[in-house]
């Protein structure tokens, strides 16, 4: 029997390792369908914002710069959520057999993951460009360098958490990993500073919260406001995104060994 | 140059702790042959396929495809496989898997093109997740398509599908086949194998026990069976018997797999203290369970 002419004169190795804008569309696509996922990074942020900041009408309403202040809070939750739930979700794919059959594929493992953080910085875009929507529609007003700079921070920080996310999804293989790591997300959200005011809690707590990976992103985001601009929360937020994707290599090297 | 074979199995062996999964096989393929790769459920042909495709390194021993490294293969859409422990997102319509997969390759065919020839185009729009498992292997099929590959892999494609569900799978394939890729397919149903396939390679405990064509190992199957009791048979003296292909003792009997049963019996009942001959035909389920049963002895049937 001869060769089978059905091939191409020259078989190629894909550019990029197989990273591509059309399989990032699809992944985007893919997660915003998802009810849960639009949930917890589209409704909620913003439902609390309405609660924290726009329940009280009347006298002992906030003042317009705390509405403003909030909705900052929110946008870095919604942010936080959505880029860990973007990372995280290889922990989904990991334990369905999907990662296995990208390896029947020309996709490296390392172009899966930089599209894994880039779905998952897609998602924090969202999340933040949402509770800001709201927050303009509701009548938060603040100067043009602040909508510009608190955006900026509170979407590009929440890298941290697209590290997170991966973190966490190749140490669990699970289909339900946002379930355990919804909780832990809220903790940390509260040692950030983005329920109640950091000044609100003890003095130990406050030293603690420091150390915590979202002390810095909440920092940032709200400093063109407010300020705190500090080279403690610049360096909080580039050592738990250092941590977390050293975390995430070890484990994606473990895995990918092993498959 | 010498055209490169499609499949190069050199020596390879493997080992998961204690146990030895593939050990020391060699297995070639030219290129267009449908070959079945055929053995019972932990036989070692899952772990033969994954370092084929290089999922799994080998502890010893080297596997090329058309020359290259597997990963290689791959990445060039060399080959492509239907694995049955892949998994799929339930979230993505059938659609959108293949449309993912095809943008991973530098060359691919078109979206329809493979949906159709999987036979799942009316079904483009659908959730995975609504999917039945035939229509979840056949979209596998179409993916594995995507990059036209010179060798196709299917492992166990049709493991609990129904009956319609294997008939329209194994229609597809065939029509596929038909363009002249090579294909290896690791089954453990004898029928999908003599149906499918023009070359049969069998895999016990992680050896090819035997390789041939199609006819080769259904004349294997097309002898007789010759049992007696005999305790102490003398093996060596039956083995050169004219047309003995397979002796094997089972506590005091003896059985004897052959193409001539009158020497064997003539032999048997002359020449020894056996007693209780029976004599029965063969076919292709008793030459598998021969031949893959755990007490079984490696035959050379390909020479």
Redesign the interface.
């Known amino acids: 029997m001869t060769a089978p002419d059905i091939t191409p004169p020259e078989r190629l190795v894909p550019p990029l390792g197989g990273f591509n804008v059309t399989a990032l569309g699809l992944e985007v696509r893919r997660m915003l369908r998802n009810r849960r996922t639009l949930m917890f990074i589209v409704v909620f942020p913003s439902l609390f914002f309405f609660l924290f900041g726009l329940s009280t009408r009347g006298p002992r309403a906030p003042s317009p710069e705390i509405v403003a202040f909030i909705m900052i809070n929110m946008a870095v939750y919604g942010a936080m959520v959505g880029t860990t739930a973007g990372g995280a979700a290889v922990a989904v794919e990991r334990s369905l057999g999907w990662s296995r059959q990208l390896r029947l594929t020309p996709l490296r493992p390392a172009a899966y993951v930089v599209m894994k953080v880039l779905t998952a910085m897609v998602l924090g875009f969202v999340a933040v460009a949402t509770v800001f929507i709201v927050g303009a529609l509701n009548g938060v007003h603040v100067a043009p360098r602040v909508w510009v700079l608190s955006f900026l921070a509170a979407w590009l920080c929440s890298l941290v958490f697209a590290a997170f996310g991966l973190f966490v999804g190749f140490l669990l293989p699970s289909e339900n990993v946002m379930q355990f790591v919804g909780p832990l997300l809220a903790i940390l959200a509260m040692f950030g500073g983005l329920f109640i005011p950091l000044s609100a809690l003890p003095p130990v707590m406050q030293t603690i919260a420091k150390f915590t990976p979202v002390y810095g992103v909440g920092q940032l985001a709200r400093a063109p406001l407010v300020g705190g601009f500090t080279s403690v929360a610049v360096f909080n937020v580039a050592a738990w995104t250092f941590l977390f994707a050293i975390g995430a290599m070890l484990l994606f090297r473990r895995d990918t060994a092993r498959v | 140059m010498e055209?490169a074979l499609a499949v190069d199995l050199r020596n390879l062996t493997k080992r998961f702790g204690p146990v030895t999964a593939v050990n020391n096989l060699s297995l070639q393929l030219?290129?267009?042959?449908i070959v079945a790769f055929l053995g019972p459920n932990g036989a070692g042909k899952t772990t033969t396929i994954d370092m084929l495709?290089g999922?799994t390194r080998p502890d010893v021993g080297t596997a090329r495809v058309y020359g290259r490294l597997p990963a290689?293969a791959?990445?060039?859409?060399?080959v492509?496989?239907v694995?049955q422990?892949?998994?799929?997102?339930?979230?993505?319509t059938v659609r959108?898997t293949v449309?993912?997969?095809a943008?991973?390759?530098?060359?691919a065919r078109p979206v329809n093109e493979v949906l159709e020839r999987a036979g799942i185009g009316s079904i483009a729009d659908r959730r995975v997740q609504k999917c039945s498992g035939g229509e979840q292997q056949r979209l596998?099929f179409a993916?594995?398509l995507l990059?036209?590959p010179?060798l196709l892999i299917l492992d166990e494609p049709t493991t609990g599908m129904d009956v319609q569900g294997r008939r329209d799978f194994w229609s597809a394939i065939r029509k596929d086949a038909a363009?002249?890729?090579?294909v290896m397919f690791a089954t453990h149903y004898l029928d999908e194998a003599d149906a499918y396939a023009d070359r049969i390679v069998l895999i016990r405990q992680g050896v090819v026990v035997a390789d041939g064509t199609t006819a080769e190992i259904k004349n294997l199957a097309s002898g007789r069976v010759v049992r007696a009791t005999l305790p102490g048979a003398n093996l060596d003296a039956l083995k050169v018997l004219s047309g003995v292909t397979h002796v094997e003792v089972r506590g005091e009997a003896v059985i004897v797999n052959c193409t001539n049963s009158d020497i064997v019996a003539r032999y048997l009942l002359t020449s020894t203290d056996a007693r209780d001959l029976e004599i029965s035909s063969m076919n292709l389920e008793a030459a598998f369970v021969a031949l893959t049963g755990d007490d079984a002895e490696a035959v050379e049937v390909s020479q």
């Open positions: 055209p030219e290129s267009g042959e495709l999922l290689d791959i990445a060039r859409g060399e492509s496989a694995m422990n892949s998994g799929l997102l339930k979230d993505f959108e449309a993912y997969t943008s991973l390759y530098a060359h596998r993916m594995a990059s036209d010179r363009q002249g890729r090579t």
